[in-house]
């Protein structure tokens, strides 16, 4: 298989000229969403019919306690339907999924990691698919949305503890944003192939008498959703290599546009919100810069071990070539999506290297939706203080001071994640009953585990195949991070979100450092790529490095 630069350079057009397209547009309506003070019937109707106070303006601890209460009440549902599924209508014959992988599951989709422990197709009925992981699709993206304007709001605002209204915000994100486009999204690619039925499972006796057994289902609905989501979780094993998932050339193009559409639309919500359309630009110059160079990366990667004699097969996608399949697995690692179209575990050693730190970087170019924008904010404003140091003043971001009290939230934030995957993987190696789970041996097998604790830790949830998550000791470990690496850096970002709305505005002076511009994008790029190379290096080197050095 060779590499086809024309096709990659067109490709990468096609999407920067569509997303550039949609980037005002798409923030316009974003801003407008959030920003609105009307609501649509179908809202008032679920306000009353919830005994929920629209109106309320929520205490940055209040949105915080909203936001987990219902993470925990969505855990307990999705994870209470996989055992009762015998009982569930559209079961297609199928009981009860094992407690553990129920567990993994239900942790897994509520936390936007899509982590998937079993085989969906010989695991899940139509009615677990549809009403538990499915809604679980949007309401997990919504709660980033909802994260993110808070965080907003918090910058634009003064002397408040308050954010908003995190039940408005998680309605409209839902209603307004999420459902539409995945209609739209569905449609498009049930035209270009993919399935949407009601068929189940088919077995058709071929000309030469044997037997072939043809799935179906609702997936072009599920498909949407989990990409526009930025989700990742398949309708079948193979997720996105499944051709009834992703049928053609033109469709896995289409699911990269869909990955990357609303993350890359963010900025020009921020930009919007805080009235000054030069920041927008500027974080958006951040995220493109790692999206295009990560991609140039991985293409050259994988051609580079391809022109070594060895070829790429196995795990690759042969009907496309090499540019699809790296133009998708940078879009799901540079993002918390985790849909895959290339077994990553099949990517050579600098490749899959490559596709772990673009999640080590924290998802943030574009990232996840929602997280990938307050994961940049919050480096924003570590460039920040590192430039009003250089000068010798209190440093300020958008009017607002940053002193001890942000930057020790800002600190733990960073922390959070890295000690998650580095502690989890060396936990994980130092037990034989737990590094058991990746048979591999020496670095590939280090780098298995590596991969599964930064997927789940960053909520991911795309794995190096040789893994085996499902027994309890690993679901639990895995499902652990997930959840941390989830809530812990949400309830840090609302915290510092109401630190920052509690304060006064000041007026920019001439001593006030830019953030807008090319320096300033410089900054907050090299800092974003130092904090993950600075933390993840050692365990890089004892993984895909020192593999890639021995092949």
Known sequence: ????????ITQVAVLILLLGALHQPMGRYLAATFTSRKHLAVERGLYKLSGIDSAADQHWKVYLRSLLAFSIVSILVVLGGQMLQGHLPFNQGMGAVDPWVAMNTAVSFVTNTNWQTYVPESTLGFGVQMLLLAVQNFLSAAVGLAVVVALIRGLVRAETHNLGNFWVDL???TLRVLLPLSILGAVVLIVTGVIQNWGGTDIHTLVTGAQQTVPGGPVASQEAIKLLGTNGGGYFNANSAHPFENPTAFSSLFEVFLILLIPFSLPAMYGRMVGDKRQGYTVLTVM??????STALMTWAVAAFAGQGTGVGEGFEQRFGIAPST????????TSTGAVNVAHDSLPPLAGGLAMLNMMLGEIAPGGVGSGLYGLLVLAIVAVFIGGLMVGRTPEFLGKKIGSAQMKLVAL???VTPTLVLLGTAITVSIPYLSSNAPAEGPHGFSEILYAFTSAANNNGSAFGGITSSGPGLATMLALAMLLGRFLPIALVLALAGSLAKQRKVPDTSGTLATHGPLFATLLGGVSLLVAALTYFPALALGPAAEGLIK
């Open 413 to 415: 934030y960073i922390l």
């Open 327 to 334: 133009l998708f697995a940078t879009a799901t690692t540079l």
């Open 1 to 8: 298989m060779e590499l086809n630069v024309l096709s990659l």
């Open 171 to 173: 309605t409209r994100g």
């Open 288 to 293: 493109v810069a790692f999206w295009l160079g």
